[in-house]
């Protein structure tokens, strides 16, 4: 018996490190994915991206040459870890799949919907919106993974979702026209497919490598960016001004920490869940208002330490008891 309890009793242990572990992972993505989009935000600072022409063509090149590099930057990895053999072989399987229905969910289609959304209504109505992806997760995985949701984690989840919403909030300037209603549907829009794909990429994972899984995602993404978005979009005119331009080194920048951004959430949303690792990437908009003070003038509000207080406390309720984190797919 007492063999028998200390056995159980290291595997416990084990589990809850391992669980803990994701949840460090989790945490690293939400830094490094506000951190992206500082950087990928200087882009919109260059001239050409500036002209009224180039309105849907603009957003979408900085989306498609993000997607593209990190693509490339993720072979680098794969290919010196040893995993391009198995990347050749995870595309042509079946179990890829999923994980590339979620690339068109997440990249082309939620993605390009955020940039446009920002540009049509704003990041004081945008950001509170896509906020809400991790609650749409949830209720997927409950309907198509079977994680239990619990009513505590709901409670911290909503808290979440309030707290992005705060940090997001600035009173509404000018007036507001259909381009403002066209903005908020490209936001739920984005909203919808973060959750969708956040789904589809945990039900791939179960059999693939969280590794050769975002490289599948990447470059799904970026090929259907290069060869069906763009060309309807209006064409390549921008992509030789914006790599040759001074804002040139911001897209392999932004995509090498976009790349380790997204393999953290894939893997952390294997290791401990969809509904855990997804509250705390949602993190992603506090972590981008630091990185802003840091590197631009952007002011530490009031909004923003009451935003990340009722964050802090959301995460608390969702990540919940150590032991119940043995059950890596329950919340």
């Known amino acids: 018996m007492t063999t028998a309890m200390t056995v159980e009793n290291l595997k416990l242990q084990q589990d809850v490190a391992f669980a803990k572990k994701g949840l460090a992972i989790a945490v690293f993505s939400g830094m490094s994915w506000g951190l992206n989009g500082v950087i990928l935000s200087l882009a919109f600072e260059a001239t050409i991206f500036l002209d009224k022409e180039y309105w849907l063509l603009a957003p979408l090149t ?23 053999k198995e990347l050749v072989r995870t595309l042509r399987a ?32 945008v950001m509170p919106i896509t906020a809400l992806y991790p609650a749409v997760a949830s209720i997927l995985a409950a309907i198509f993974l079977k994680e239990k949701i619990v009513l505590r984690a709901w409670m911290g989840l909503a808290l979440c979702v309030v707290g992005g919403m705060v940090i997001g909030y600035t009173p509404p300037e000018g007036s507001l ?41 990447q470059l799904t993404s970026s090929s259907t960016y290069l060869l069906v978005v763009l060309p309807l979009a209006g064409g390549y005119a921008l992509i030789t001004p914006a790599l040759t331009g001074s804002i040139g080194w911001v897209f392999p920048t932004a995509a090498l920490v976009g790349a380790l951004s997204y393999l953290c959430w894939y893997r952390a949303m294997n290791m401990t869940g969809v509904s855990r690792a997804m509250a705390i990437n949602i993190t992603y908009s506090l972590w981008g208002i630091f990185f802003s003070a840091i590197f631009t003038e952007v002011e530490i509000t009031a909004n923003i330490i009451i935003g990340a207080l009722i964050i802090t406390t959301g995460m608390i309720l969702v990540v919940g008891n150590p032991k119940d984190m043995t059950k890596l797919r329950s919340a």
Do not use: Q
């Open 62 to 84: 900085v989306g498609a040459l993000h997607d593209t590099f990190s693509a490339l930057w993720l072979l680098v990895f794969n290919g010196t870890t040893g995993r391009l």
């Open 94 to 125: 079946k179990t890829a799949r999923p994980v590339m229905l979620g690339a068109l969910f997440g990249g082309p289609m939620a993605m390009s919907s955020y940039m446009l959304g920002l540009k049509f209504a704003g990041p004081a109505y």
């Open 177 to 217: 026209g259909s381009e403002f209603y066209m903005g908020i549907a490209f936001a739920a829009v984005a909203t919808f497919g973060w959750g969708f794909e956040g789904v589809l990429a945990t039900s791939g994972m179960d059999l693939l490598d969280p590794a050769v899984a975002l490289n599948v995602r």
